[in-house]
C-alpha cells in the first residue's frame, strides 16, 4: 500500500503543521495521477479524447482512487500480471477491427470507439489498482449489471467494516485504515454501476477481438468445477479474486498448476489470458500459444482436489 501510505504520511504531516484535515484532502486524493505503465499506451492512445479525460481526472478515475484506497492493503504483488494485462488490453484496443480514423461521426466522435476507461483510470490510479478492474471483469462476465453492482455494494461494506475495526489514529496504519473508510463512504451505487458498466463494454470489445480462444476456452467449460465457496459474499469474492489473480501470474511466470477452483478459469476468461490446457476426462491438450505466458505455463484440469489444499490450486 505504499502509494496510499506515503499520501497519508503527507497529509498527517500537514496536519500537525497546518491544522490541515483529512475532509480537506479528499478532492486531491481522488484527483492524484500517476505515470500509465508503458504497456498501456496503445490502450490510452485508442481511447476517445473524452474516455480519456473520463479516465484520467473524471468519475471513472475517482471511483478508481476511492476503491483502490478502500482494498490496497488487501491486493497482492501483481506487478507481472498488471504489465501482462496492459500488453494484452493495449493489443485489443488497437485491433484493426476497430479502426475508426477514417470514420466521421459528427459530435459524437468523443464518444465512439474502444470503451477501455475502467482500465485506463485504474492504471492512472496506482500500481495495484488495475485489481479493482480485473474484479469488475470477473462480476461483470459472471453475473447482471444489477446483479454485479449489488455484489459491488456488499464489497464496499464488507470492506469497510474491516477497516473500521483498526481505525486507530495513534499509528500510520490505523491513520491509512481511518482515511481509506472516509473515501469508502464517498462511494456510491451509481459510482460502482458506472465501474461495472465500463468493465462490462471492454468485455464485449475483448470478446470480440479474442473470439477464437473465447470460443475454444468456452467448450472446455464443462471440465470447470464450481468456484469455491463458503462464508459470506465479501469473503467469497474476494478469496477467489486474490485466488485467481496469484495464480494467473504464477501461469504468466510459466509455473504449471493444477487446477479445481472454477474462479481461476474465470479470471483467464476475465482477463483473455490463455495458458496451454492439459485437460483430462477427455483426454487433449489444448494449446493456445499465447505469447504472454512463458513456457510451462500450463494449466492441469480435471483432476480431483486434494483434500489438504482447499483453495483448489496446486
Not at 472516509?182 to 462490462?200: E, K, N
Request: hydrophobic share 40%.
Amino acid at each position: 500500500m505504499a502509494l496510499n501510505s506515503q499520501f497519508i504520511a503527507s497529509i498527517l504531516s500537514a496536519r500537525n503543521e497546518n491544522s490541515f484535515s483529512l475532509a480537506n484532502a479528499n478532492v486531491d486524493f481522488a484527483l492524484v495521477r500517476v505515470e500509465v505503465p508503458k504497456q498501456f499506451e496503445g490502450l490510452g492512445n485508442a481511447l476517445s479524447q473524452h474516455r480519456r479525460q473520463n479516465a484520467e481526472s473524471g468519475p471513472q478515475h475517482r471511483i478508481a482512487r476511492r476503491l483502490g484506497a478502500l482494498f490496497e492493503q488487501i491486493i497482492p504483488n501483481i506487478d507481472i500480471l498488471t504489465a501482462a494485462y496492459g500488453e494484452r488490453a493495449s493489443e485489443i484496443a488497437t485491433s484493426p477491427i476497430f479502426d475508426l480514423k477514417n470514420a466521421d461521426h459528427g459530435p459524437f466522435s468523443g464518444h465512439v470507439g474502444v470503451d477501455g476507461t475502467s482500465i485506463y483510470a485504474a492504471a492512472s490510479s496506482g500500481p495495484s489498482i488495475i485489481a479493482l478492474h480485473l474484479l469488475a471483469c470477473m462480476l461483470a462476465r459472471m453475473f447482471s449489471n444489477v446483479e454485479a453492482t449489488a455484489i459491488w455494494m456488499q464489497l464496499v461494506d464488507g470492506r469497510l467494516k474491516n477497516l473500521e475495526k483498526v481505525s486507530e489514529t495513534s499509528q500510520i496504519q490505523g491513520l491509512a485504515a481511518l482515511y481509506a473508510v472516509d473515501q469508502g463512504r464517498q462511494i456510491l451505487r451509481d459510482d460502482l454501476a458506472s465501474w461495472d458498466a465500463s468493465a462490462r463494454a471492454w468485455l464485449q470489445t475483448a470478446n470480440e477481438v479474442k473470439k477464437r480462444e473465447d470460443t475454444q476456452l468456452k467448450l472446455i467449460v464443462k471440465n470447470i468445477p464450481s468456484i469455491h465457496s463458503s462464508g459470506t459474499t465479501y469473503s467469497n469474492v474476494v478469496e477467489n479474486w486474490i485466488l485467481a489473480m496469484k495464480t494467473t501470474q504464477d501461469l504468466i511466470q510459466g509455473v504449471p498448476q493444477d487446477v479445481t477452483n472454477g474462479s481461476v478459469i474465470l479470471g483467464l476468461m476475465s482477463w483473455h489470458i490463455y495458458p496451454d490446457l492439459n485437460v483430462f476426462s477427455p483426454n487433449r491438450d489444448v494449446k493456445f500459444n499465447d505469447r504472454l505466458v512463458k513456457p510451462g505455463g500450463v494449466i492441469t484440469l480435471g483432476l480431483e482436489a486434494k483434500e489438504k489444499n482447499c483453495s483448489g490450486v496446486s
